[in-house]
């Protein structure tokens, strides 16, 4: 018996009725582009979030994307993200024709707000800062600093649906806030899906249009766009889903919590450490172990049957990609050092205490054989 690393398909179990209903639905409508099913989900995400709108969008990197045209945001600007998140937040920057300004993250993996404040010059336009793994960047101090200085938050919230800091959603906090629906985020499509949202009536509009051509109605385009848009059978999903969302995110959050608890014994694990006190929705469980010893524990557990991931494996600055930004190695120590040493353990909402008391074991078993270095 193995243990998935993430588990999309035990999603489409809960809702598969109700979803191949509204399949045929929009089969016998034709409207497989657009229709009313995007609006409806685009009104609940919103109010989910409390915020005034929401668009829908063809994926997340291009939320990234289209959130910083709406902005107005291009060649001459500079952007500024974290390193060590995943190459789309720096993708879109680059599509923008901004410059992408890199800073290094702190011991619990968010961007690093100081080297954030140091890193500006009177280019910069907006910051991303990254939810990443599904808790918030601490932005209540943010705001004030980014209002005194002119400069847009727009929050990557791909990692962090549902999460929250002093009651006030992920995605809410910015000027605008940039949603993945790929499949295994913790509110997943049943492919690529996305959306912006923001309580800006003018950035509304503004990303409406850019998603369609330009223009909300056909063949009136009244600016430059592209083609980015939410199809009805994603939307159809999203919204079947999106009412589990509040109950799926407290199981990743019980399925933390085991792990904590069963993985406290072993000194040779780094369990993630929480800085900020954001409701913490755990779209991946992050450990840390010796530079060294992470490949081996990872092709250890699989062979087990226990799939893992690294999310990271390789800091944005150090990917050929990206090398044209000309950060040395060295230039990002605690992003790199982590690169080397963060293993993503499975979470999922179908993920047992039995299956976390069986991990742990093993991963209790692996360092019990390979405890000649030691040392945290
Ligand atoms: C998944 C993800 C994205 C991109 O989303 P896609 O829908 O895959 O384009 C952007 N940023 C982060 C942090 C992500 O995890």
């Given at each position: 018996m193995g243990i998935l690393f993430s588990a999309p398909q035990v999603e489409f179990d809960i809702i598969r009725e109700e979803w191949l209903q509204s399949v045929t639905q929009i089969a016998k409508s034709?409207?497989?582009?657009?229709?009313p099913g995007i609006s409806k989900f685009e009104s609940a995400f919103a109010s989910y979030l409390g915020v005034s709108g929401a668009v829908g969008v063809g994926n997340g990197t291009d939320a990234l994307y289209l959130a910083l045209r709406a902005l107005g945001i291009g060649p001459g600007d500079e952007v500024i993200t974290a390193t060590n998140t995943f190459i789309a937040t720096v993708g879109a920057i680059h599509q923008s024709g901004a410059n992408a300004v890199l800073v290094d993250c702190d011991s619990s993996y968010l961007i690093d707000f100081e080297q954030v404040k140091a890193a500006i010059t009177s280019r910069t336009k907006a910051v991303i800062p990254v939810h990443i793994y599904?808790?918030?960047?601490?932005l209540r101090q943010w705001l004030p600093w980014a209002e005194q200085n002119g400069i847009h938050i727009i929050e990557d919230c791909a990692q962090a649906v549902g999460s929250a800091l002093d009651g006030k959603a992920?995605?809410?906090?910015?000027v605008m806030g940039c949603f993945s629906f790929y499949p295994d985020k913790n509110l997943g499509a049943f492919g690529d899906g996305g959306a912006v949202v923001t309580s800006s009536p003018e950035l509304l509009t503004n990303l409406r249009r850019l998603r369609n051509h330009g223009g909300e109605?056909?063949?009136?385009?009244e600016i430059p766009g592209l083609n980015s848009r939410l199809d009805s059978l994603q939307a159809s999903a999203l919204h079947l889903k999106l009412p589990y969302l509040d109950e799926w995110s407290d199981k990743r959050m019980q399925v933390a919590g085991w792990y904590r608890e069963y993985l406290?014994?072993?000194?040779?694990v780094v369990v993630p450490k929480c800085v900020t006190e954001c409701r913490h929705v755990y779209h991946l469980f992050v450990i840390r172990v010796r530079d060294g010893q992470r490949d081996m524990l990872k092709k250890y557990l699989q062979k087990k049957g226990i799939l893992t991931g690294i999310q990271?494996?390789?800091p944005i600055h150090l990917t050929p990609a990206y090398s044209f930004l000309d950060y040395a190695k060295g230039a990002f120590p605690n992003a790199e050092n982590y690169a080397d040493e963060i293993l993503s353990l499975p979470m999922h909402i179908a993920v047992t205490e039995d299956e976390v008391t069986m991990i742990a074991t093993e991963i209790g078993a692996f360092f019990n054989n390979n405890n000649e270095v030691r040392g945290w």
């Open positions: 034709g409207l497989f582009v657009g229709g599904g808790q918030m960047v601490d992920a995605g809410s906090w910015g109605v056909r063949y009136q385009h406290k014994a072993i000194d040779d990271y494996p390789v």
